[in-house]
């Protein structure tokens, strides 16, 4: 039992004629439950109830369900209200519980009382948002399986390991007159050695869990006039961008979100690249460079009449993303069976399309589908992940590999200082380490009732 207030909200809401909830959780759950049933509420029993207002006048009819702490959600005292899916019925519950004692519920708030009860980690608790967003079944299992700990598990397992190293090295600095070969060395480098792979597959696991909750970032670069915005439409399968014969029409990013295989491919066209252009143009050329680091398909498109022309520059700004897939569109325009153009620095592979007639679409579109499903397939085990996770692996990952450095030239305080920063950036995955401005930013996008 907590001494936090009591809150109250709609948790589900199947609308007219379905069932709605209204969740209670704290300490006076029991209290304002039993109050509104009129009746005694026993755990883990469905008692049928009318519930009534002030007045003693029936709110409607349902069913009240009693989980005492901490053999619940939150980890505290949780009674939930089943009743009819009126929105009008399950306001009036929630003003009733209020005025018996309760507050509204802050979005997430049922979810992060259960993280600070210690039912869920951060990352399962994050999970339960993924899992309420999954988009097809495919995001949902992966988010299930996050749910039930197959992430953590693995970061946990990574960070007890990082503990004992730097047990280890806390020790040796101890007996710094002693070399550290003589201190058990050999071991401690192997374990972190074994540590370092076990991060290093975690991490590429992590990232197509990302990829498979997110979606695949494709961003379309390369020369004026290209057909890019041409590209897009065909892509959306509806007008989304101005198709003009003036190049640089495309001055800033514009974002469509398509499902190939079921997974989701934010599509981003850019403004072409040149050398020139006016004030606007080069803003949207920089806008276009930003994106591409932050891309995980760069898809480069280039005139198949003359390929060569802004290729040089295209390429080099699609260097940054993960990876490349490149399009020569309008070959429709050459002449009847003939191939585009030898251009060199086209990599082989490349699709002629046609944005105006269809042609190569069906190519680009398995291709495309080939590209997301591999970084974001459904293996067994596979979590769903988010930007902050992969970003807190990386981070540990890289004060690892300078521990495993410093180690090598014997440099104990440097090498046990890296290790701190490698297992606090796993402890915030899962919250052992943890700043209450990330909890409320976490816990801030879940919906009313979580």
């Known amino acids: 039992m907590t001494d936090r207030d009591t809150i109250a909200a709609i948790a589900t809401a199947a609308g007219p004629g379905g069932v709605g909830i209204v969740r209670l959780s704290g300490p006076l759950s029991l209290g304002i439950g039993e109050r509104l049933c009129a009746r005694a509420l026993a755990p883990r029993h469905a ?55 309760a507050r509204r519920a802050r979005p997430g708030e049922f979810s992060e009382r259960a993280f600070l009860e210690g039912k869920l980690d951060l990352a399962q608790a994050e999970a339960v948002a993924d899992l309420i967003a999954a988009s097809d079944a495919r995001a949902a299992r992966a988010a299930r399986r996050a749910l039930e700990g197959a992430f953590s598990r693995r970061v946990e397992a990574i960070a007890q390991a990082l503990l004992r190293a730097r047990v280890h090295v806390e020790a040796a600095i101890d007996f710094a007159d002693e070399p550290i070969e003589t201190l058990g060395g050999p071991q401690l480098r192997a ?22 909750r997110d979606g695949l970032h494709a961003v379309i670069v390369g020369p004026p006039n290209a057909g890019k915005s041409s590209l897009l439409n065909a892509l959306a399968g509806r007008d989304r961008a101005i198709v003009t014969e003036v190049a640089g029409t495309t001055r800033d990013l514009l974002q469509e979100a398509v499902r190939i295989d079921g997974v989701e491919v934010t599509l981003v066209d850019t403004a072409g690249l040149r050398v020139g252009g006016d004030a606007i143009e080069r803003e949207g050329m920089r806008r276009a460079r930003a ?99 992969v970003a807190a692996l990386q981070a540990a990952a890289g004060e690892l590999d300078q521990a495993r450095g410093l180690l090598v030239h014997e440099s104990l305080d440097l090498a046990a200082e890296a290790l701190r920063h ?13 700043a209450d401005d990330l909890l409320g930013h976490i816990f801030a996008s879940f919906c009313i009732g979580k």
């Open 422 to 434: 490698a297992h606090e950036s796993l402890g915030a995955i899962t919250g052992r380490v943890r």
């Open 191 to 212: 374990d972190l050695d074994a540590a370092a792979q076990a991060l290093d597959a975690l991490l590429r696991d992590a990232e197509q869990g990302r990829r498979l």
């Open 47 to 101: 008692t049928f109830a009318r519930f009534q207002d002030a007045f003693g006048t029936a709110i409607d009819d349902g069913i009240a369900l009693y989980f005492a702490a901490p053999a619940s959600y939150t980890g505290e005292d949780v009674v939930e209200l089943q009743a009819h899916g009126s929105p009008a019925v399950l306001h009036a519950l929630v003003d009733r519980c209020c005025a018996l004692g």
């Open 291 to 389: 994106e591409l680091e932050r891309a995980d398909l760069a898809i480069v498109v280039v005139d198949a009449r003359a390929p060569a022309e802004g290729l040089a520059m295209a390429a080099a700004a699609a260097a940054s993303a993960r990876a490349q897939l490149w399009l020569l569109n309008k070959a429709d325009l050459l002449t009847a069976g003939a191939a585009p153009p030898d251009a060199p620095g086209i990599p082989a592979g490349a699709i002629a399309v046609s944005a105006l007639t269809g042609q190569g679409l069906d190519a680009l579109h398995a291709r495309l589908g080939m590209l997301a499903c591999s970084d974001a397939g459904d293996p067994e085990g596979a979590f769903t992940a988010r930007a902050r996770h």
